[in-house]
């Protein structure tokens, strides 16, 4: 019996540390994470309880703290800076990823992502706000245009691209002027990314837009499927993910194939970091692939 009861506790044991060690069952091992951005080698992630982590690699990360009361929702790095962004209107700097300081920022509303472009930092959040810095220091608040919740920005081609509620998309050549373009769409938009010649946003249900020059708008959305909240492009295909694990790949924004990231959890933010792409999401999870298709990982 004590041979018995022994060998079941090393497997037991066993088992434990690899459901940890692989993510399995949805590890309750962190604060949730909703931004992730790679700079100067550097992978940062940011996410609920002011937090936020980095890594080398997109595995064995480092938790360097709680940086503000609240939620931060997404951050970007330009200028030689990392700048993450939350509740309350928190605009928070980092040269280095693990010492951060806090700008004074013009709003209080929540802002829910942040992306710099042409030597601008733009940021949005709830009820349409925009705010603009040239420096990451002193921040201005412009005009967007409309009252929905801006969820997802992004710049690619001289363009920034905002997108959120409602199917609402906002671009801009500047950071300052804005343009509402028709959407054949009114879903939750979440997040847009810009590869092979087209912009793909993508959100709740499925929804999906494409555009080759982010005037003109085509639904592409996925049917019957969860909600997609993140996008990014690398490699020569998009990769989206979003609740229950799944990933789609899509060679040029029209067609989507289906896959898992092995566990039933929330990933709320991607990036291509070195050779690999890596999401974080509910729980601290993470995972990382060469390509899209095959996922490893574990929980923060």
């Known amino acids: 019996m004590k041979n018995w009861m022994g060998t079941w506790i090393v497997a037991a044991a066993c088992l434990v540390a690899c459901l940890a060690a692989c993510g399995g069952g949805g590890d309750d091992a962190g604060p949730d994470q909703f931004g992730l951005v790679e700079g100067s080698d550097l992978l940062v992630s940011v996410g609920a309880e002011g937090s936020e982590r980095t890594s080398q690699t997109g595995g064995g990360w480092d938790g360097e703290g709680s940086f503000i009361d609240g939620t931060l929702r997404g951050v970007t790095f330009g200028r030689d800076r990392y700048v993450a962004v939350g509740s309350g209107g928190a605009i928070i700097r980092s040269t280095s990823g693990s010492s951060w ?3 004074a920022s013009p709003t209080g509303v929540e802002l829910r992502d942040v992306t710099f472009g042409d030597g601008r930092f733009v940021a949005v959040g709830d009820g349409g706000v925009i705010v603009f810095s040239e420096d990451a220091d ?3 608040t412009v005009d967007s245009g409309t009252g929905d919740d801006l969820i997802g920005a992004s710049f690619d081609e001289g363009l920034f691209v905002v997108v959120g509620n409602a199917g609402v998309v906002l671009t801009s050549s500047d950071g300052r002027a804005w343009t509402i373009r028709d959407v054949p769409i009114d879903a939750n938009l979440h997040d847009v990314a810009y590869g092979g010649g087209v912009y793909l946003a ?3 249900g499925g929804a999906a837009v494409l ?3 982010g005037t003109t708008w085509d639904d592409v959305s996925i049917r019957n499927v969860p909600s997609l909240q993140t996008v990014t492009y690398a490699l020569g295909i998009f990769v989206l ?3 229950a694990g799944q990933v789609y790949t899509s060679p040029n924004g029209t067609q989507f194939f289906s896959g898992s990231t092995g566990v039933s959890e929330t990933f ?9 792409f890596v999401t974080v999401g509910a729980n601290g999870n993470f995972r990382q692939s060469f390509d899209a298709v095959s996922w490893f990982g574990g929980a923060f």
């Open 268 to 276: 709320q933010a991607v990036a291509f970091h070195q050779d690999r």
């Open 211 to 213: 555009s080759e020059d």
């Open 202 to 204: 993508v959100g709740a």
């Open 241 to 243: 993910l979003g609740d």
């Open 101 to 103: 300081d806090r700008a």
């Open 138 to 140: 002193f921040w201005v």
